[in-house]
């Protein structure tokens, strides 16, 4: 560690990772322990770096203490997949790894990847190894680095997107760790190192960084990686048809903690310009930075949005110039219009590409939809790619003239929807997975938002505003993985069936909302916001959108920055 970041007070976390050996710990003792389904406390912290969380069944959690059972333990594991393109064959590994080693589903994520629930301790190691077999890993998509780069989905800006999807891949790639312990663990690569002090992380260090962070690419006039909820943001630059380069934007995050008004949700901003060849050196010395100067005492106040608003953007922007050798270029100008998903078929460069609506982003079978099995059987006959949108939907990409009519028979013979028939609310939804395997929820959020959207739906049809984009998220507790205070409707868990209701963010993802009503059931839910609707639906300018009448109406304040969050 550097003198920098030497601090008296360090977090149990900073001391496991000091003591891990670069991330190796007692992770294979523990996974060959057959005695319980679990693994150590500071394992399971290790083990988020090699992109798994240790869970349980919370809905039966009760039952089995009652039974005098442990916890019915059991491991997520989040694949590294960066600006969310997928192979058929890789779909298909996942799909099968699903039914054999998890809970039947796959979970599409806000950040452009599968998440497989429900593996048991003693096939940790044969899912990673079917991964890594069709060039899949889970490397680093959780733990104290940076994880999934996240990319604009949009397929049909095809020589742009590609060129941007590229970069994008180098990103992920060249971020990231790099001690063996990944390899050595799950993969049965030859342990060459035994003493720590004989591996170096040139860019993380032994102790890597002291919180999570996130980068993104987005492609104007799309928005759909949510840029400013990104610790680091590159804004393509499209002059002429040609990318010029990227506005960088730093400091961005969600999460924030009930009652510590010392954390709060905070937009990045932007501090400069670069060239398409300087975007991975810009990344790597603001990734440093935040290695150097992060707070590794208190890790609710870790991020890098706390760093930088301790200090200041001028401080940020002068210590890269410094580490780069070279100062950033002046911000170009760019425009958002959303940052939704656009649904159906869309041609572009003599191929075709279907977005789905995937509900909160769950692959699953049931009774009456079939959407799990339809996906395979498509994925058995697709010659192009899939793709993962921020919004937790699903792309079925770069489908061949000749290819379509089979794929679009297999979509009506499964009943697959583009969701066009849906509200416009619904199909700007978005719920992190909460109950039953998070371990951090307090309240419901993927299992609910359907239900309460569908009781909102009789109010948007009642006021006739149907069709009008609303953007509306839900998370089960603070930590905010559905981005909600980006939602112009949001709900935050606080506890069972109650929900902290906030308004006002902007359908662009440029404003954050505001806490209207706290702690609040679904009654109280309903009753608050169907004046709002109907006054909306009366009174609305053309083209305004709903967080920005709420705004204008006098129902909360505008919320630019985090630091007016509570205020």
């Known amino acids: ?30 996974f060959a322990d057959p005695i319980t389904a679990s693994i150590p406390d500071a394992d399971t912290k290790l083990l988020k770096f090699h992109g798994s969380y240790m869970q349980d069944d919370r809905d039966i959690r009760q039952e089995r203490k009652q039974q005098k059972l442990e916890p019915a333990y059991q491991f997520m594991v989040r694949v590294r997949l960066p600006g969310g393109v997928s192979t058929p064959e890789q779909w298909l590994v996942m799909d099968d790894l699903s039914d054999n080693y998890g809970n039947g ?37 959780c733990g104290d680095v940076n994880r999934n780069v996240m990319c604009n989905a949009n397929p049909y800006q095809s020589d742009i997107h590609a060129e941007v999807y590229g970069l994008a891949r180098k990103l992920s790639d060249d971020l990231l760790p790099r001690t063996k312990a990944y390899h050595e663990i799950w993969l ?16 993380y260090g032994p102790h890597y960084l002291p919180r999570k962070f996130k980068i993104g690419v987005a492609v104007p006039p799309s928005n759909d990686v949510d840029i400013f909820s990104q610790d680091l943001g590159f804004i393509a630059i499209i002059e002429e048809g040609k990318l010029q380069g990227f506005n960088v934007a730093v400091g961005g995050g969600m999460g924030m903690t009930h009652g510590d008004t010392n954390t709060y949700p905070q937009l990045s901003r932007v501090i400069g310009f ?28 870790a991020r890098f949005k706390y760093t930088i608003d301790s200090r200041g953007l001028d401080w940020v ?81 770069n489908v061949t003239e000749e290819k379509r009519s089979e794929i679009e028979d297999l979509v009506e013979q499964y009943g697959l929807t583009d969701g066009k028939k849906n509200s416009a609310l619904r199909q700007n939804s978005m719920a992190c997975v909460a109950f039953p395997t998070c371990g951090l929820a307090m309240a419901e959020a993927e299992r609910y938002l359907p239900s309460l959207i569908d009781k909102i739906e009789v109010i948007v049809d009642e006021a006739g505003i149907r069709d009008e984009e609303i953007v509306i998220r839900m998370s089960g507790c603070p930590n905010s993985c559905s981005r909600p205070t980006l939602g112009e409707i949001a709900f935050i868990g606080k506890g069972p069936g109650k929900y902290n209701m906030y308004l ?46 709420v705004i204008r109406a006098g129902y909360v304040k505008e919320v630019r920055s985090g630091l007016d969050f509570h205020s």
């Open 317 to 397: 922007k002068s210590e890269l110039n410094t580490r780069l050798g070279w100062d950033l270029a002046e911000e170009r100008t760019y425009h958002f219009d959303h940052n939704g998903d656009r649904y159906g078929w869309v041609k572009g460069d003599g191929k075709w590409h279907l977005t789905l609506f995937i509900q909160n982003g769950r692959i699953v079978d049931t009774e009456d939809y079939k959407l799990k099995t339809g996906l395979r059987e498509i994925a058995k006959a697709h010659n192009g790619d899939f793709r993962l949108t921020p919004n937790q939907n699903l792309i079925i990409a």
């Open 105 to 141: 589903t796959l979970k599409l994520t806000t950040r452009q990847t599968f998440q497989l629930h429900g593996v048991l301790k003693w096939n940790m190691k044969k899912s990673i190894q079917a991964m890594d077999r069709v060039l899949m890993d889970s490397i680093a998509a």
């Open 504 to 549: 006002g963010a902007g359908f662009v993802g440029d404003r954050l909302s505001k806490l209207y009503r706290e702690n609040i059931g679904e009654e109280e839910i309903l009753q608050s916001l169907k004046p709002i609707l109907f006054n909306y639906a009366k009174e609305k300018e053309e083209k305004e959108h709903f967080g920005d009448y």
């Open 274 to 301: 670069c060239a398409p060849d300087q975007i991975v050196e810009v990344a790597e010395k603001i990734i440093t930075i935040q290695r150097d100067y992060g707070n590794r005492s208190e890790r609710k106040n």
């Open 188 to 203: 049965d690569e030859e342990k060459v190192l035994d003493r720590k002090e004989e591996e170096i992380e040139p860019m």
């Open 1 to 30: 560690m550097t003198k920098k970041t030497l601090q008296e007070n360090l977090s149990g976390m900073e001391k496991i990772k000091d003591e891990s050996n670069y991330l190796r710990g007692s992770l294979v003792e523990s």
